[in-house]
């Protein structure tokens, strides 16, 4: 003969004859019920545990992806400033080539001047020399002329001297410049590999980037995934828990069988199937990933209080 619980119910005090086959199949089920339900907690406990895992990884390489992005910028900002300083530089080169081609020019204008000094000395020197007897009376003035011309000469030789010497400065200048210029290439030409060496770098480190994000969307679905599986659970969890509220049978007493304490309204008295058990969603009790639990509280049927 099997529990007529609903008799049970209305009369607790009353015994009721069970056979012992009855008890030991609900207890071998009780016995299932709770031996799956430790297993759920446990697959819970490790999803729990693989998830936090997850996210602490995830985090890691969220890290090492914002500070190889600052490295890149870094980078970028000490190329464009060797650039800059580059072309100041060979804009100062230009400039101080242009000056000296000046001078060149300047150099050149004054030996053409000095030559014809010359010429005009030496034909002055022929007409003296043919014509010595017969302008006898002319020599003053033309030794004077040609002591004048030859002052002139002897100035153009000194300002020829000088600007020698100033040439010869400004071919060491130019020497030095040569120098400057090729140094100055030279860097410029380290500085392009260095920046072709960047360049491929930059992509090296966006190929990882590509890479870091499919990790990234890789383990946000592993993740999405995880928590439907706890979901899932949770569901089958508290499914499992209310079934074995239906099926755990009364204690054993030493007296037979013990009723359980039965559930009262404190309002109008109602005791049984007139009161009934649901959750509190204003007291979270703790969270299982991101389902909360609530606490339980009982409402009368019949007068509508709730405790």
Same mark, same amino acid.
């Given at each position: 003969?099997?529990?007529?619980?609903?008799?049970?119910?209305?009369?607790?005090?009353?015994?009721?004859?069970?056979?012992?086959?009855?008890?030991?199949?609900?207890?071998?089920?009780?016995?299932?019920?709770?031996? @799956?339900?430790?297993?759920?907690?446990?697959?819970?406990?490790?999803?729990?545990?693989?998830?936090?895992?997850?996210?602490?990884?995830?985090?890691?390489?969220?890290? %090492?992806?914002?500070?190889?992005?600052?490295?890149?910028?870094?980078?970028?900002?000490?190329?464009?400033?060797?650039?800059?300083?580059?072309?100041?530089?060979?804009?100062?080169?230009?400039?101080?080539?242009?000056?000296?081609?000046?001078?060149?020019?300047?150099? #050149?204008?004054?030996?053409?001047?000095? #030559?014809?000094?010359?010429?005009?000395?030496?034909?002055?020197?022929?007409?003296?020399?043919?014509?010595?007897?017969?302008?006898?009376?002319?020599?003053?003035?033309?030794?004077?002329?040609?002591?004048?011309?030859?002052?002139?000469?002897?100035?153009?030789?000194?300002?020829?001297?000088?600007?020698?010497?100033?040439?010869?400065?400004?071919?060491?200048?130019?020497?030095?410049?040569?120098?400057?210029? @090729?140094?100055?290439?030279?860097?410029?030409?380290?500085?392009?590999?260095?920046?072709?060496?960047?360049?491929?770098?930059?992509?090296?480190?966006?190929?990882?980037?590509? @890479?870091?994000?499919?990790?990234? @969307?890789?383990?946000?679905?592993?993740?999405?995934?995880?928590?439907?599986?706890?979901?899932?659970?949770?569901?089958?969890? %508290?499914?499992? #828990?209310?079934?074995?509220?239906?099926?755990?049978?009364?204690?054993?007493?030493?007296?037979?069988?013990?009723? %359980?304490?039965?559930?009262?309204?404190?309002?109008?008295?109602?005791?049984?199937?007139?009161?009934?058990?649901?959750? %509190?969603?204003?007291?979270?009790?703790?969270?299982?990933?991101?389902?909360?639990?609530?606490?339980?509280?009982?409402?009368?049927?019949?007068?509508?209080?709730?405790?």
């Amino acid at each position: 003969m099997s529990i007529d619980w609903a008799k049970a119910e209305e009369k607790p005090d009353k015994k009721q004859a069970v056979e012992g086959r009855f008890l030991l199949d609900l207890r071998a089920k009780v016995n299932d019920l709770e031996k @799956q339900l430790s297993e759920t907690k446990i697959d819970l406990t490790k999803s729990q545990s693989d998830l936090k895992a997850t996210r602490g990884k995830l985090e890691v390489t969220t890290n %090492d992806l914002n500070n190889t992005k600052s490295t890149l910028d870094s980078t970028k900002n000490e190329l464009n400033e060797t650039k800059s300083i580059l072309e100041q530089v060979n804009g100062k080169l230009e400039d101080k080539i242009q000056n000296v081609n000046n001078l060149n020019s300047e150099i #050149e204008g004054l030996k053409s001047n000095l #030559e014809n000094a010359n010429s005009k000395a030496s034909e002055l020197e022929a007409k003296l020399e043919s014509k010595g007897q017969e302008f006898e009376a002319t020599i003053s003035s033309l030794s004077s002329e040609l002591d004048a011309s030859k002052a002139k000469i002897n100035g153009l030789q000194d300002q020829l001297a000088e600007i020698q010497n100033s040439s010869s400065e400004n071919q060491v200048k130019i020497d030095n410049l040569t120098s400057e210029i @090729q140094e100055l290439n030279s860097k410029l030409t380290s500085t392009q590999e260095e920046n072709t060496k960047v360049n491929e770098q930059l992509m090296e480190l966006n190929n990882l980037l590509l @890479q870091k994000d499919t990790s990234i @969307q890789e383990l946000s679905t592993n993740i999405g995934a995880k928590e439907k599986l706890i979901e899932a659970q949770t569901v089958h969890l %508290d499914e499992v #828990e209310i079934e074995l509220g239906e099926l755990k049978p009364p204690e054993m007493g030493t007296g037979g069988f013990a009723s %359980d304490e039965r559930t009262t309204c404190p309002m109008c008295g109602s005791v049984g199937r007139d009161v009934k058990q649901i959750e %509190d969603k204003t007291k979270v009790l703790s969270y299982v990933g991101h389902i909360p639990m609530y606490a339980k509280k009982h409402v009368c049927k019949k007068c509508g209080y709730e405790f």
